[in-house]
C-alpha cells in the first residue's frame, strides 16, 4: 500500500531546503539524521541545529507520517465512532501524528509537546498551517505529562519512547494513559528494538485502569512474537521518493522507500477484533499463504486454496490488514 504525503507540503518542504542560503549543510544533515536512526538505539537523537530541523522533515517527515496515516486508518477502522476533539502529542517533532491525525479525525485542539526547539521552529512554519484546529506548542519534555493540565481524547507517542531509556517506559506508558480519554496510540520502528518499545506498553495494558488492547492483536492474551528471536511484529508502508528525497538520500535509487513500523492502539472503549492480523507480505499463487496472528493467540501461516470461499478475500490482503472468517 503506498501511502500519500501531502505533495503541496512536500514541495514547500523541498522549495524551502532548495532555496536556502544553508542547502549543502541541511543535505549533509539529511544523510546524519539519516544514518544516526539506523545506528542509534535508545538514545537521544536530538536535532541539534536548524539544518538539521530541516533535515528530519525532508529526510523522515514523510516516511514516519505514512506510518502513522496507516495506523490512524486501522484505529478509525476499529472504532468507528471514535471522534477526538482533543489531541496530545508528545515528542511532536514537526507535529507529524497530529498531522496525520487531522487528516483522519476533525479535532478542534492539537496540544504538541516538544522539548526540542528546532523542532519546534519548522513545525511551527511548515505543518501547522497544514492542521485544521487550534495548535498550542508546549516546550516539554515526557517527564512533564503528569503535570500536563486536563487530558485529551487521542494521546500520540510517535517514534519517542524509543530516545528515553526502557526503564523510563511503564512509567511513562502510564503517566500518557494517566491523560487519556480515548485512545493513545505508540508508533515506533518496525525494528527488534522497537518492537520492544512497543510490547513494553502493550504488556503494561494489563495495569492500567480501563484499558484495552484493540491494535493491531486479534487478541488481549499474551503475545505469541514476544520473547522469539527471530521474529518481531511489524509492518511496512510504501513511501513516495521525491527526485528531490533521492539526491539528499545518497545512494537512494528507487522511487520509493518502504518505511517499516510497529504499533499499538490502547483504548478506554472496547473493539470489535479481528479474526486475524496478516503479519507478513502474502504470498501469492494457487494457495495463497499468509503469515497472520490469530485471535487464539497463535502466530501461523494460513493456506488458502484457490477452491476457498476465502480465497478471493485473502488475494485482495495486505501485510498490516485484519481478515475475519
Ligand atoms: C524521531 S523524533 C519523532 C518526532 C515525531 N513524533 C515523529 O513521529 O516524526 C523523536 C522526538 O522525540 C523528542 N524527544 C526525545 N526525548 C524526549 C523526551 N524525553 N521527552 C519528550 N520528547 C522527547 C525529540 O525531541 C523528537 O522530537
Partial sequence: MVQQFPHALRSRIEEAVQASTSRDQISRSAVDVSERYRRVQ???LQMKNLSEAMAYLVARLPATFSANARVMEEVARLLPDFSPKTILDVGAGPATASLAASMEWEAEQF???EPNKFLREVG????TPEISGNVSWV???LSGV??????ADLVLASYVLNEVAPKSWGKVIADLWSKCRGVL??????TPFGFSVVHAARASASTLDGCYVIGPCPQTGACPLAGDENRWCHFSVRVERSKFHKQMKEGAQLGYEDEKFSWVALSRFPATLPD???IGHPSL?????LQVCGADGMAKTLEIAKSSPHYKQAKKCSWGDSLDD
Fill in 146 to 151: 503528569s503535570s500536563f493540565e486536563g487530558g
Fill in 42 to 44: 535508545g538514545g537521544s
Fill in 111 to 113: 496540544t504538541l509537546l
Fill in 124 to 127: 511551527h512554519d511548515f505543518i
Fill in 185 to 190: 496510540i505508540v508508533v515506533e520502528t518496525g
Fill in 139 to 141: 516546550e516539554k519534555d
Fill in 285 to 289: 499463487g494457487k494457495v495463497i499463504q
Fill in 276 to 278: 486475524y492480523r496478516v
